[in-house]
Nanobody, 119 residues
Framework: QVQLVESGGGLVQPGGSLRLSCAAS????????MGWYRQAPGKQHELITH???????NYADSVKGRFTISRDNAKNTLYLQMNSLKPEDTAVYYC?????????????WGQGTQVTVSS
Protein backbone atom coordinates (compact mmCIF):
# COMPACT_ATOMS: atom_id res chain seq x y z
CA GLN A 1 0.00 0.00 0.00
CA VAL A 2 1.25 3.45 -0.92
CA GLN A 3 1.17 6.35 1.53
CA LEU A 4 2.08 10.02 1.30
CA VAL A 5 2.95 11.66 4.62
CA GLU A 6 3.33 15.41 4.86
CA SER A 7 5.18 17.46 7.42
CA GLY A 8 6.42 20.99 8.00
CA GLY A 9 3.29 23.07 8.34
CA GLY A 10 2.71 25.54 11.14
CA LEU A 11 2.25 29.15 12.13
CA VAL A 12 4.53 31.78 10.62
CA GLN A 13 4.55 35.56 10.50
CA PRO A 14 4.03 37.42 7.23
CA GLY A 15 7.28 37.53 5.30
CA GLY A 16 8.50 34.33 6.89
CA SER A 17 9.36 30.96 5.40
CA LEU A 18 8.32 27.35 5.77
CA ARG A 19 9.39 24.14 4.10
CA LEU A 20 6.89 21.36 3.55
CA SER A 21 7.88 17.76 2.92
CA CYS A 22 5.90 14.87 1.49
CA ALA A 23 7.38 11.38 1.80
CA ALA A 24 6.03 8.51 -0.26
CA SER A 25 6.31 4.96 1.04
CA UNK A 26 5.10 1.50 0.13
CA UNK A 27 5.46 -0.79 -2.86
CA UNK A 28 6.56 1.90 -5.30
CA UNK A 29 7.92 1.08 -8.74
CA UNK A 30 8.20 4.64 -9.94
CA UNK A 31 6.88 8.12 -9.19
CA UNK A 32 5.81 10.28 -12.09
CA UNK A 33 4.38 13.75 -11.61
CA MET A 34 4.10 15.25 -8.14
CA GLY A 35 2.67 18.49 -6.88
CA TRP A 36 1.00 20.59 -4.26
CA TYR A 37 -2.55 21.80 -3.89
CA ARG A 38 -3.94 24.05 -1.21
CA GLN A 39 -7.40 24.83 0.09
CA ALA A 40 -8.11 28.02 1.96
CA PRO A 41 -11.22 28.38 4.14
CA GLY A 42 -14.29 28.85 1.97
CA LYS A 43 -12.35 28.43 -1.25
CA GLN A 44 -11.84 25.68 -3.80
CA HIS A 45 -8.73 23.58 -4.11
CA GLU A 46 -5.97 25.40 -5.96
CA LEU A 47 -3.15 23.64 -7.81
CA ILE A 48 -0.17 25.77 -6.93
CA THR A 49 2.78 23.84 -8.30
CA HIS A 50 3.70 20.70 -10.18
CA UNK A 51 6.93 18.85 -10.99
CA UNK A 52 7.42 16.10 -13.55
CA UNK A 53 9.68 13.07 -13.27
CA UNK A 54 12.40 14.95 -15.17
CA UNK A 55 12.09 17.95 -12.82
CA UNK A 56 10.18 20.26 -15.12
CA UNK A 57 8.13 22.63 -12.97
CA ASN A 58 5.30 25.08 -13.19
CA TYR A 59 3.67 27.43 -10.71
CA ALA A 60 0.42 29.28 -10.21
CA ASP A 61 0.76 33.03 -10.55
CA SER A 62 -0.21 33.39 -6.89
CA VAL A 63 3.03 31.71 -5.73
CA LYS A 64 5.43 32.25 -8.62
CA GLY A 65 8.72 33.73 -7.45
CA ARG A 66 8.04 32.92 -3.80
CA PHE A 67 7.57 29.13 -3.70
CA THR A 68 9.93 26.47 -5.01
CA ILE A 69 9.03 22.84 -5.61
CA SER A 70 11.68 20.13 -5.65
CA ARG A 71 11.95 16.38 -5.32
CA ASP A 72 14.50 13.86 -4.12
CA ASN A 73 13.90 10.75 -6.18
CA ALA A 74 16.27 8.65 -4.08
CA LYS A 75 14.16 9.40 -1.00
CA ASN A 76 10.78 9.43 -2.78
CA THR A 77 10.22 12.83 -1.19
CA LEU A 78 8.67 16.03 -2.45
CA TYR A 79 9.42 19.46 -1.02
CA LEU A 80 7.85 22.90 -1.10
CA GLN A 81 9.99 25.83 0.00
CA MET A 82 7.72 28.77 0.76
CA ASN A 83 9.27 32.20 1.17
CA SER A 84 7.81 35.69 1.60
CA LEU A 85 4.64 34.19 2.99
CA LYS A 86 1.48 36.27 3.00
CA PRO A 87 -1.72 35.95 5.04
CA GLU A 88 -3.51 34.84 1.87
CA ASP A 89 -1.23 31.78 1.75
CA THR A 90 -3.06 30.45 4.82
CA ALA A 91 -4.54 27.11 3.81
CA VAL A 92 -4.32 23.37 4.18
CA TYR A 93 -1.61 22.14 1.82
CA TYR A 94 -1.89 18.74 0.18
CA CYS A 95 0.72 16.88 -1.80
CA UNK A 96 -0.12 14.43 -4.54
CA UNK A 97 1.86 11.99 -6.63
CA UNK A 98 1.18 9.75 -9.58
CA UNK A 99 2.73 6.48 -8.50
CA UNK A 100 3.21 3.20 -10.31
CA UNK A 101 3.29 -0.05 -8.36
CA UNK A 102 3.88 -3.53 -9.71
CA UNK A 103 0.18 -3.85 -10.54
CA UNK A 104 -1.17 -0.41 -11.38
CA UNK A 105 -0.73 3.34 -11.40
CA UNK A 106 -2.77 5.82 -9.42
CA UNK A 107 -2.83 9.29 -7.96
CA UNK A 108 -2.20 9.39 -4.22
CA TRP A 109 -2.77 12.22 -1.75
CA GLY A 110 -1.27 13.29 1.52
CA GLN A 111 -3.39 13.97 4.58
CA GLY A 112 -2.86 17.71 4.43
CA THR A 113 -0.86 20.07 6.60
CA GLN A 114 -2.05 23.41 7.92
CA VAL A 115 -0.11 26.55 7.09
CA THR A 116 -1.16 29.70 8.90
CA VAL A 117 0.39 33.06 8.09
CA SER A 118 -0.47 35.60 10.75
CA SER A 119 1.12 38.20 12.96
Amino acid sequence: QVQLVESGGGLVQPGGSLRLSCAASGSISSINAMGWYRQAPGKQHELITHITSDASTNYADSVKGRFTISRDNAKNTLYLQMNSLKPEDTAVYYCYANIATALTGNDYWGQGTQVTVSS
